[in-house]
């Protein structure tokens, strides 16, 4: 799984000759293509990257594009045998110069198959999939026994079986009007001890980082038990409850209900940061809209988080020498007046620079106010034209 650690990596490596490849695979329905289209059409663009690569090989950049003929000659290698998964997608991050070659399984959400040979990995295309990279846990419960499902990439695999077993309720009881009630808070007791046992397995896996998202499959009797014992960085993950038997239900089934309350979480998030950044901006606190605003705040380190539409196009220009990125497509740096080139994608820069500074990513589909406001805006952490005393003190 592509970790936030591994994307921050990704984002700042960068280097002098065009040489750092982004690979990205998704895979077509089997109706649509077959397997062997999708082979061709991966070397065909890895055959017109070694063309454009070749060129530049004849005119300078001779050992790092022969290293890059290498990553390209590797890649072509695969396209035959590019597993036949169609639920997942593949991204390959190559720089074979700088010794890096790293394959990751993403959900098979993205545009499109692409090939970009560059001088900083093409990190946009993982907007696509960005909602669906974090890792979910199910606890499925009840009083005696807890199946954990790992949801990832629309699937459901059973992680572990935990059983605390209670002792059978036989005549010793006595009877039911006397004896009735201490065997009830027995059981009580029974079943809190398997919730604090479930929890501290829960918490175990926390730590280790195997997941981001918690989500619990209970009855609603047993949820204020549980709630009640919920460490606070559980709390955190915690996304919410479905109710499903635990003796009979598949991973299917855990599978659909998780990703229905993960859906709606998701969406409830966005919309309440969307309306957040746009609340701030027009107050003109914590909030930046357009292109040249949210560029400002990124260099500057401000950003919390950069929320971005699929639509976003704009012509900018960054530096050769200091990296700035301008929408003004300038021939000389506003910042060192070194020489500036031009940037295809402003997107690109955009989750780039977000990444660097561990800023959250956030897509934004289908929003007619955000398309308004330019498709692009950020929550910021502070603003630095604002760190007057007066305001640092209140
Ligand atoms: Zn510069």
């Not at 040489?19 to 990205?24: D, K, L, T």
């Not at 061709?40 to 004849?58: H, T």
């Not at 040249?292 to 900018?316: F, K």
Request: hydrophobic share 40%; with cysteine; proline share 3%.
């Amino acid at each position: 799984m592509i970790t936030r650690d591994a994307l921050r990596r990704l984002a700042e490596f960068q280097t002098d000759d065009q040489c750092a490849i982004s690979f990205y695979f998704q895979p077509t329905t089997p109706v649509d293509r077959s397997h062997r289209d999708e082979a061709i059409l991966i070397k065909d663009l890895v055959r017109a990257a070694q063309q454009r690569e070749g060129k530049q090989q004849r005119e300078n950049k001779k050992n790092a594009s022969a290293a890059a003929q290498a990553d390209l000659d590797r890649l072509l290698a695969m396209a035959d045998r590019l597993d036949g998964n169609h639920s997942r997608a593949k991204v390959i991050f190559a720089c074979g110069s700088q010794g890096i070659w790293e394959e990751f399984d993403v959900p098979a959400e993205l545009e499109r198959t692409e090939l970009i040979v560059n001088r900083r990995f093409h990190l946009r295309p993982l907007l696509a999939v960005v909602d669906d990279l974090p890792r979910t846990l199910v606890a499925l419960t009840d009083r005696k026994r807890a199946r954990l499902f790992d949801v990832w990439m629309h699937e459901a695999r059973q992680v572990e079986d935990l059983s605390d077993e209670l002792p059978r309720r036989g005549r010793s009881d006595g009877f039911a009007g006397y004896d009735g009630g201490h065997a009830e808070r027995h059981f009580d007791n029974e079943a809190l001890r398997h919730i604090k046992h479930l929890v501290e397995r829960l918490l175990e896996r926390n730590k280790a980082g195997e997941f981001d998202r918690l989500v619990f499959g209970c009855r609603d009797e047993m949820w204020s038990d549980i709630e009640a014992q919920l460490h606070p960085y559980l709390r955190q993950s915690l996304v919410g409850r479905f109710t499903l038997e635990v003796a009979t239900a598949t991973p299917d089934q855990v599978r659909e209900a998780a990703e229905a309350l993960l859906a709606e979480h998701v969406a409830g998030y966005q919309q309440g940061l969307l309306r957040e950044v746009l609340g701030e901006a027009q107050r003109n606190g914590r909030g930046a809209i357009g292109v040249r605003r949210v560029l400002e705040s990124l260099e500057r380190g401000e950003v919390q988080a950069l929320l971005l539409g699929d639509n976003l196009r704009a012509a900018a220009t960054e530096c050769a020498a200091c990296g700035h990125v301008d929408t003004r497509t300038t021939p000389q740096c506003d910042v060192c007046g070194k020489p500036t080139r031009e940037i295809e994608d402003v997107a690109d820069a955009l989750v780039g620079l977000a990444l660097r500074n561990a800023a959250e990513l956030v897509r934004v589909k289908d929003d007619a106010e955000f398309e308004r406001a330019g498709n692009v805006a950020a929550l910021l952490r502070f603003r630095a034209d604002q760190n007057t005393p007066a305001k640092v003190a209140s």
